[in-house]
């Protein structure tokens, strides 16, 4: 029986592996479509999914150091992706959002994958895709942990 549990989390887990290096790769590629680094697509990624941020929230959520996050965020307002603006709630505080444009050209570079990824979804009942969702989210948040951990010198 434990031999048994042990070849399948073996198995999940380099599935977990197969399942980064192709996101890892795919993203790299999109990068270079848009004439940016990785950490500069990555942070444009989670200024999409989760809107404006502040400088400190998107190293939270990036797990860079705050200088990094300064460099990325000064390279991509550079280039028209970001901009900085007063947080219209508390003035004081500094977001960064993204250019409606540079959604829509990273969009144009995702519609394939997420077609693709559509029919997979079509392949499981809703009960499964709910186990799928909480399997990823816990999965991220330990590699959010463990990147925080590495970022702190730990």
């Known amino acids: ?19 980064s290096d192709a996101a890892v790769m795919f993203h790299a590629v999109v990068a270079a479509r848009l004439g940016l680094g990785a950490s500069e697509e990555k942070t444009l990624g989670l200024l999409q999914q989760h809107g404006p941020l502040t400088a400190g929230e998107l190293g939270l959520r990036s797990g860079l150091a705050p200088a990094s996050v300064t460099g990325v965020i000064d390279r991509l307002e550079r280039r028209g992706f970001v901009s900085r603006e007063r947080d219209p709630r508390d003035r004081r505080r500094v977001v960064v959002r993204i250019d409606d444009a540079a ?52």
């Open 1 to 19: 029986m434990a031999r048994g549990r042990s070849e399948r989390t073996r198995a999940v887990a380099a599935a977990g592996r197969e399942l």
């Open 103 to 154: 959604i829509a050209d990273m969009e144009r570079h995702l519609t394939g994958l997420a077609r693709r990824l559509g029919t997979l979804y079509d392949r499981y009942t809703d009960a499964e895709l709910e186990l799928i969702t909480g399997f990823l989210r816990e999965a991220a948040a330990r590699q959010r942990d463990a990147t925080a951990e590495l970022s702190d010198g730990a």
